[in-house]
């Protein structure tokens, strides 16, 4: 099936019981045992399994095509089981404009326990194959990254991966499964914010690790989950299940949405660059084409400096000014002073987050509205 129907239907089956065509949920905490203390229905107590999780895991294994999926209550829950399934003195190769809270776990968390990093701009193969020890044990991409949207070819970061024997994983949370399947470059999990274009309504936080193929990693990320206990409700499932249903069409019109936003503020001329991969001029067009079935709905430009940056977003009126992404709503944030703020300087400036950058999450309204809303904000005054 196609990755359309696949949205509609994985994870959902009509209730026996009732005919129910909607899944219920199911809040309980604890499953009746037989008398000889084993399970008939499947799950014992909540934090190990529940029916509302175990179908979002079906979902999303179905959606991305893997053989297993690993549900958790935040996309930062899911990122430190994959970092903990390592060792004290392993060594990480991730991207230099890596998500700000990946970042952050490796440097503030992980680097304390013995975990090692190296920061690198992912679409150089070279620096990444310079970074690369024989302690590297993974290998994290994210693409399109953000806030500037760079490409990497994951096939040949694929194989860059298996040559140095490490762990492949690609956070796949701003092409989502409908624009990009990593497993098929060679990915061993992939990594989403279910919280963004998979819930698609910023109503509902989670993450979620799928596996390529079941074996002790799987094992090891399903211990993790269940020792661990970050894990989503079943209101939360089921937001997201119910979620997941409308992704195709969301991930299309905000893509094509984001497309025409992206020429026309090249064409402003308070605008000084525009940041999005199905641009002629974004140096990773090419990659994007050959791997992607359409180019997302993230878009940035930069303007002269942080005051016009601000002026701008004071202005708009479609866009709320917040955080996040992926939601059906179209929003604007200053990377330097919101979501990237809590990065050294520094090391915000090698990623190329500037005073006068702005990033969109581009939502499901009418183009023209949105274009019109952001030429009157870039306005001079």
């Given at each position: 099936m196609r990755i359309e129907t696949v949205a509609v239907h994985a994870g959902a089956e009509v209730d026996p019981a009732t005919g129910a065509v909607t899944a219920?949920?199911?809040?309980?905490?604890?499953?009746?045992?037989?008398?000889?203390?084993?399970?008939?229905?499947?799950h014992i107590y909540s934090r190990t399994s529940a029916p509302n999780r175990a179908a979002l895991e079906a979902c999303l294994t179905a959606l991305e095509g893997?053989?297993?999926?690993?549900?958790?209550?935040?996309?930062?829950?899911?990122?430190?089981?994959?970092?903990?399934?390592?060792?004290?003195?392993?060594?990480?190769?991730?991207?230099?404009?890596?998500?700000?809270?990946?970042?952050?776990?490796?440097?503030?968390?992980?680097?304390?326990?013995?975990?090692?990093?190296?920061?690198?701009?992912?679409?150089?193969?070279?620096?990444?194959?310079?970074?690369?020890?024989?302690?590297?044990?993974?290998?994290?991409?994210?693409?399109?990254?953000?806030?500037?949207?760079?490409?990497?070819?994951?096939?040949?970061?694929?194989?860059?991966?298996?040559?140095?024997g490490a762990r492949f994983v690609?956070?796949?949370?701003?092409?989502?499964?409908?624009?990009?399947?990593?497993?098929?470059?060679?990915?061993?999990?992939?990594?989403?914010?279910?919280?963004?274009?998979?819930g698609g309504h910023a109503d509902v936080l989670g993450g979620i690790v799928v596996a390529r193929e079941r074996g002790p990693l799987f094992d090891r990320l399903r211990t993790l989950q269940t020792a661990?206990?970050?894990?989503?409700?079943?209101?939360?499932?089921?937001?997201?299940l119910r979620g997941v249903k409308t992704l195709a069409l969301r991930v299309e019109r905000q893509s094509e949405n984001a497309m025409e936003v992206a020429k026309a503020l090249q064409g402003n001329k308070a605008v000084r660059r525009v940041f999005y991969p199905g641009l002629d001029d974004h140096p990773n067009r090419s990659v994007a084409a050959r791997q992607m079935r359409m180019f997302g709905g993230m878009v940035s430009f930069e303007v002269a400096d942080e005051a016009t940056a601000f002026r701008t977003l004071e202005r708009l009126q479609i866009f709320a000014l917040a955080e996040s992404l992926g939601a059906v709503e179209s929003l604007a944030e200053h990377p330097a002073r919101m979501t990237h703020a809590s990065i050294?300087?520094?090391?915000?400036q090698r990623a190329g987050v500037g005073d006068g950058l702005i990033r969109l999450s581009i939502g499901v309204e009418d183009v023209a509205d949105l274009i019109a809303d952001l030429e009157f904000a870039l306005e001079p005054s």
């Open positions: 219920a949920i199911h809040p309980s905490t604890t499953f009746e045992r037989d008398a000889d203390g084993s399970f008939p229905h499947g893997g053989a297993g999926a690993v549900a958790f209550a935040s996309a930062s829950a899911a990122t430190s089981a994959v970092f903990q399934s390592l060792a004290p003195g392993d060594h990480v190769v991730a991207p230099l404009d890596a998500y700000f809270g990946t970042a952050k776990l490796l440097r503030e968390v992980y680097a304390g326990w013995g975990l090692e990093t190296t920061l690198v701009d992912m679409t150089d193969l070279a620096a990444v194959e310079k970074a690369v020890r024989p302690a590297t044990k993974l290998v994290w991409a994210e693409t399109p990254s953000n806030p500037l949207w760079k490409v990497t070819d994951l096939a040949r970061l694929g194989a860059l991966a298996r040559a140095a690609v956070d796949n949370t701003t092409a989502t499964p409908v624009l990009q399947s990593p497993f098929t470059f060679g990915a061993d999990l992939i990594v989403h914010a279910t919280t963004k274009y998979l661990g206990g970050a894990v989503p409700s079943p209101f939360d499932c089921w937001l997201l050294p300087a520094q090391e915000r």
